[in-house]
């Protein structure tokens, strides 16, 4: 079954520590992958993608993640993590197929301590 | 460009109502438009995917019924919750795919938050 899978319910760091949320998925192909990121009573952002090509995506807001194949992961990285970032983070596929929807992960809350 | 927007932001409605929420591509055409209900500190749930001038594909347990889908135009999707109860109440998320993306890039709209007394 397709499945996303993020370990960490709620991670905290301080600001301007590095920072690393897990992803794994199952999934029979090579999936699209995306994180996304959720402020409070607010909609999604989309951080950044990756479809094919270089494993190690840049993404915006400083984020980067990379796919590992053999482990079946796409783990999202930050050097210095702001005050700002502190909001909900969002693991997600797709099938390499246009017109089909997204399989979430439950998410991970990040705080940011001072 | 790619935005999507969502109407209303937030409703509150009695129980027994029914409430519609409108999920619009504003820059692009949208051949399928898929409906995500959230709850609380949760992740997003797929409802239904929504392609224009069908009928809509519900996911397994969601009532179609109770969930009206209508995807009229390229441009527009809209989601009925009829006959509402307390236990509907939540963030309903739309997204919207191009017509001419090659890959499943999605994007999404802003939420609406639909509390139910």
Same mark, same amino acid.
């Given at each position: 079954?397709?499945?996303v899978?993020q370990?960490d319910i709620h991670i905290t760091v301080?600001? #301007?520590?590095?920072l *690393?949320l897990?992803c794994?998925? /199952?999934?029979?192909?090579?999936?699209?992958?995306f994180w996304y990121v959720q402020s409070p009573g607010q909609g999604l952002q989309l951080l950044?993608?990756?479809?094919?090509?270089?494993?190690?995506?840049?993404?915006?807001? #400083?984020f980067?993640? *990379?796919?590992?194949?053999?482990? /079946?992961?796409?783990?999202l990285?930050?050097?210095?993590?702001?005050?700002s970032d502190a909001a909900e983070y969002f693991c997600a596929?797709?099938?390499?197929?246009?017109?089909?929807?997204?399989?979430f992960g439950k998410g991970t809350t990040l705080s940011v301590?001072? | 460009?790619?935005?999507?927007?969502?109407?209303?932001?937030?409703?509150?409605?009695?129980?027994?109502?029914?409430?519609?929420?409108?999920?619009?591509?504003?820059?692009?055409?949208?051949?399928?438009?898929?409906?995500y209900?959230q709850f609380p500190k949760q992740s997003l749930?797929?409802?239904?995917?929504?392609?224009?001038?069908?009928?809509?594909?519900?996911?397994?347990?969601?009532?179609?019924?109770?969930?009206?889908?209508?995807?009229?135009?390229?441009?527009?999707?809209?989601?009925?919750?009829?006959?509402?109860?307390?236990?509907?109440?939540?963030f309903?998320i739309?997204?919207?795919?191009?017509?001419?993306?090659?890959?499943?890039?999605?994007?999404f709209?802003p939420g609406?938050?639909?509390?139910?007394?």
């Amino acid at each position: 079954a397709q499945s996303v899978t993020q370990p960490d319910i709620h991670i905290t760091v301080s600001e #301007g520590a590095s920072l *690393e949320l897990r992803c794994n998925y /199952s999934y029979g192909a090579t999936p699209y992958l995306f994180w996304y990121v959720q402020s409070p009573g607010q909609g999604l952002q989309l951080l950044l993608k990756y479809f094919s090509g270089d494993t190690l995506v840049q993404g915006i807001k #400083g984020f980067e993640a *990379e796919f590992k194949r053999s482990q /079946s992961s796409f783990n999202l990285r930050k050097p210095s993590v702001h005050w700002s970032d502190a909001a909900e983070y969002f693991c997600a596929v797709g099938p390499n197929q246009a017109g089909t929807a997204l399989i979430f992960g439950k998410g991970t809350t990040l705080s940011v301590s001072s | 460009g790619a935005v999507v927007s969502q109407h209303p932001s937030w409703v509150i409605c009695k129980s027994g109502t029914s409430v519609k929420i409108e999920c619009r591509s504003l820059d692009f055409q949208a051949t399928t438009m898929f409906w995500y209900r959230q709850f609380p500190k949760q992740s997003l749930m797929l409802m239904a995917t929504s392609n224009e001038g069908s009928k809509a594909t519900y996911e397994q347990g969601v009532e179609k019924d109770k969930f009206l889908i209508n995807h009229a135009s390229l441009t527009l999707s809209t989601l009925t919750v009829t006959s509402a109860h307390p236990e509907d109440s939540s963030f309903y998320i739309c997204s919207a795919l191009s017509g001419t993306s090659v890959s499943n890039e999605q994007f999404f709209g802003p939420g609406t938050r639909l509390t139910v007394l």
